[in-house]
């Protein structure tokens, strides 16, 4: 299905989009000039739906390798760790590591490697290939206008639209803001940090075997960042588990034990897209694609609604208050007691799937959800021993 962009950027002019495809068309020739394999039976093309992608100019059987993307040209933290950017490898090895993590920013020690990669020059070897790809993404990190911490809020379209994605949304915006203030260095702009951001979470991997460099000049956590931009491949888009024909590992075998290669999983007739799939076979919610990779599918079967406990849930549930007077007869301990379940459900499921009240693509909630609405609509002292019973039966400990 078509992709659809919903952070109110319009499509590219024809010749932009003609420019930024024959650029990525050099991408192949890029990799082979540096050592990559790559088929002679493969192409970028745009495609039906709007940009470009990988296609087969010619029949490819199962079990093909398409690309090889040798360790030294596979962008990340390695090149940062053993590369002589002081200043950039201060501002990994000083990332605020709890909030990274919490706030969904563990793509920033790949785009500070990305940033020290682009102040090189033409003594990269990834110069070229970073001048060839797309210079604007639309990912909740892509650069967006504005001066100051005002001018971070998501649009007010999605704000309107989907409140839980456009809170996110802020969320990373205003830390991308807060780690570039407190921590990158006057050389580095908040514009150019957030490039490399947008370009790593639209375009890189998790690799499962990187090679780890020596941690010294860039601290522990960041050497053990997994995140991997690996050109040519990263031109294949999204299929999904249902249309994925493609997939990315390490062939065992190969002399470098660290590279990476685009295989075909099942046979590819000519003129047909290479896909991947990027959730590795769990699928991914609309949420999810567009703050990576700044797009949403309109047909999309792994697809949630996240709704807010408080801003949502509850005032739904207020509709029903008038079959609930008889929770004034609940006693004072059984009360306490449900309001305490209610809290631990709300936490655990957050923890658990991201969000305390969600319904998949079929419209059904989950069961954690269903647990939390049982027990915030009660409607009297008979409804409060029923959810508590199966607790309070429970072993403790």
């Given at each position: ?119 090189q020059g033409d003594a990269s070897v990834f110069c070229d290939y970073l001048r060839m790809i797309p210079a604007e993404y639309s990912n909740a990190v892509a650069p967006w206008d504005g001066e100051d911490g005002d001018d971070d809020a998501p649009p007010p ?241």
């Open positions: 299905p078509a992709a659809r962009n919903i952070f109110g950027q319009g499509p590219a002019p024809a010749s932009t989009m003609l420019l930024i495809l024959n650029l990525l068309s050099c991408v192949l020739d890029w990799g082979r000039q540096n050592g990559a394999l790559i088929s002679e039976s493969i192409a970028i093309r745009p495609t039906a739906y709007g940009g470009k992608g990988l296609f087969a100019t010619e029949g490819i059987p199962a079990s093909t390798e398409l690309i090889r993307i040798p360790d030294r040209l596979q962008l990340g933290v390695a090149q940062l760790a053993e590369g002589n950017d002081a200043e950039m490898q201060d501002l990994a090895r000083s990332l605020p590591w709890r909030d990274v993590i919490d706030r969904g920013l563990t793509f920033l020690p790949a785009a500070v490697s990305v940033c020290a990669e682009l102040r379209s999605l704000s309107a639209s989907a409140p839980v994605a456009a809170a996110a949304v802020g969320v990373r915006r205003r830390t991308m803001r807060l780690v570039h203030d407190r921590l990158a260095p006057p050389s580095l702009s908040l514009r150019d940090l957030c490039w490399a951001s947008a370009v790593v979470t639209s375009r890189a991997f998790t690799r499962a075997r990187p090679r780890v460099p020596a941690p010294g000049r860039i601290g522990q956590i960041a050497a053990a960042d997994a995140t991997r931009i690996l050109p040519a491949i990263d031109a294949c888009n999204h299929g999904g588990p249902e249309g994925a024909n493609a997939e990315v590992k390490h062939l065992d075998g190969n002399p470098d034990p660290h590279s990476a290669s685009l295989l075909t999983t099942r046979a590819i007739a000519a003129g047909e897209e290479v896909l991947l799939d990027y959730s590795g076979g769990r699928g991914l919610a609309n949420d999810k694609l567009l703050l990576d990779y700044g797009f949403v599918l309109p047909e999309n079967r792994h697809d949630t609604a996240v709704l807010r406990l408080v801003e949502d849930l509850v005032p739904a549930l207020r509709t029903i208050d008038g079959d609930r007077i008889g929770m004034q007869d609940v006693a004072a301990g059984d009360l306490a007691e449900l309001q305490a379940l209610i809290v631990a459900v709300a936490a655990s499921s957050a923890k658990a799937q991201g969000s305390p009240v969600l319904f998949g693509p079929d419209g059904r909630p989950s069961l954690p959800t269903l647990a939390l609405a049982l027990a915030l609509s009660c409607r009297g002292p008979g409804d409060v021993a029923r959810i508590l019973a199966p607790v309070r039966e429970a072993p403790s400990g």
